[in-house]
């Protein structure tokens, strides 16, 4: 993982939706109601599998994903890479997402309660959740990070940011920085900062790898998601999903490239994660899962490997009409 010298599995999972329902007011920002139980079930699946990385982040749940991962893998710590993030406030008892905070003196707090929500001592990569922050304001965060290494309590850390000039601010600035988390899909490509995370060693962390689902083959122009599902009622950010429904237009991509995708015998989903390991040695896709076939599914890219250069070809083909 980047210049960590931490190994990782070349896939992830995501651990956003596990959390469960949370909101900003009446703003859903998680996927629904979630089966704890099929939750654990599907992370120690995962890790069956050969899976190690795991990316949650404080507020997804409000805490709840993170004390999930405690319970999955509770005496096994040793066997997996935990990456959590920080950076936005919250109320665990409403489960309301309340502010933001990227001073130092939150960061110190922010770790703590994770820590604890983790059931560990360690965090292996601990990431600023704030996408836009200043970066003057980021980089005076730095100086408490490294001290947080030298404490043990961190292993490493990065930014889950799409913008180039943030990532490569930090990179630059920081010692122990060795991962860059952003948006990035067959459908949605990153070269600048794939570029940054190439000149500072930098391991790429792709975060909606699937297309917050699109990329499953499993959503219609007909399909409807429920109101307490962020995709449902989507905020601005989210051009994926409109009025509850799958954007036409994005749909129309995912008809596109499905053909040169599912080449080989792939998956739609694993020709998706297949791109993105044939676009750069770095990336390590985490798609989400709330289910043990969605892991089996996911997990089962792994055998396949990189698609081919034919298969790469033609994807850009079409997406270029």
């Not at 036409?248 to 792939?266: C, Y």
Request: charged residues 25%; negative net charge.
């Amino acid at each position: 993982m980047g210049r960590s010298g931490i190994e990782v599995s070349a896939l992830g999972v995501g651990c956003w939706a596990i959390g469960g329902p949370f909101w900003q007011g009446t703003q859903p920002l998680g996927w629904g109601e979630v089966d704890d139980e099929e939750s654990v079930r599907a992370l120690r699946r995962a890790l069956e599998l050969g899976v190690t990385f795991f990316d949650t982040a404080d507020v997804y749940g409000t805490g709840h994903s993170e004390r999930m991962l405690a319970r999955a893998f509770a005496g096994r710590r040793d066997e997996v890479v935990i990456a959590t993030k920080w950076g936005n406030t919250f109320d665990e008892a409403t489960r309301q997402l309340t502010g933001s905070d990227g001073t130092p003196g939150y960061l110190r707090t922010a770790v703590e309660g994770s820590l604890r929500r983790l059931g560990t001592d360690y965090i292996d990569l601990y990431q600023l959740h704030l996408n836009d922050l200043d970066i003057p304001v980021a980089l005076d965060l730095v100086e408490t990070l490294e001290e947080l290494v030298a404490a043990g309590k961190i292993r490493s850390y990065g930014w889950s940011t799409d913008f180039a000039d943030r990532a490569s601010a930090i990179a630059a600035a920081g010692a122990h920085v060795t991962a860059i988390q952003h948006a990035m899909s067959v459908l949605e490509d990153s070269p600048d900062v794939l570029e940054v995370v190439e000149k500072y060693d930098l391991a790429s962390i792709n975060r909606g790898p699937l297309a917050m689902g699109l990329l499953t083959g499993k959503f219609t122009r007909s399909s409807t998601l429920g109101p307490d599902d962020v995709r449902g009622v989507a905020p601005d950010w989210l051009s994926f999903f409109q009025d509850g429904r799958p954007a036409p237009a994005w749909l129309d991509r995912v008809s596109a490239v499905r053909d040169a995708l599912t080449s080989d015998g792939r998956t739609l989903a694993q020709g998706a994660l297949a791109w993105l390991w044939a676009r750069s040695p770095r990336t390590v896709p985490i798609p989400g899962c709330r289910t043990v076939a969605q892991v089996e599914e996911n997990a089962g890219a792994l055998a396949k490997g990189p698609l081919s250069p034919d298969a790469v070809a033609a994807v850009t083909a079409w997406l270029e009409r």
